[in-house]
């Protein structure tokens, strides 16, 4: 029997190239996104306010505590899982970290109704237009963006948050830890 070693050679190569490709998707987590603004400045917005407060709210409002800026919606499942841990997430650690909701991609009237059955504990906004969220370079909700006293985004998290990794990330900001 005759080897085509062309056709072993071209088999190798493929099985090679298959095998460096399952290689680099194995070991990640797949929640982990490349995210290009940690270490940079948070972008700055200006959004209407949501809380009770009157007016609107800038990112300056939110200046020289560390900052946790969660994005979601009231049509997420996954945000509607989250929203209790990250009121727990307040009520442990809201005295040294300032939390702040952002409402991106719904209707008033939904926001209206959720806000009244849970009012929040914390500063609430709503991203009308959604042009926080692409200052941010949010990809869906919830993302939750962990951001440094001094206004640097140092961490963004992707998906639902549960007590222990909101717990990680905030003692990693207040000890001012770079991610």
Known sequence: MKINWSLVITGL?????????LGKGF????????????GKPAPAFTLERLDGAKGEAKLADFAGKPLILNFWS????PCKIEHPVIEWGF???GDRVQFVGVVYQDS????????RESPPKYAMLFDENGRAAVDYGLAGVPET????KDGKIRYKHVGPLDPSRL?????ALLEDAPK
């Open 91 to 93: 009520g442990k650690f």
């Open 108 to 115: 008033r009237e939904n926001v209206d109704a959720f806000l």
């Open 145 to 148: 963006y962990f951001i440094t």
């Open 27 to 38: 070991g990640r987590d797949p929640h982990e996104v490349p995210f290009m603004l940690t």
């Open 13 to 21: 190569v493929l099985a090679a190239a298959l095998a460096w490709v």
């Open 74 to 77: 009231t049509w997420c499942g």
């Open 167 to 171: 717990t990680q990330e905030i003692r």
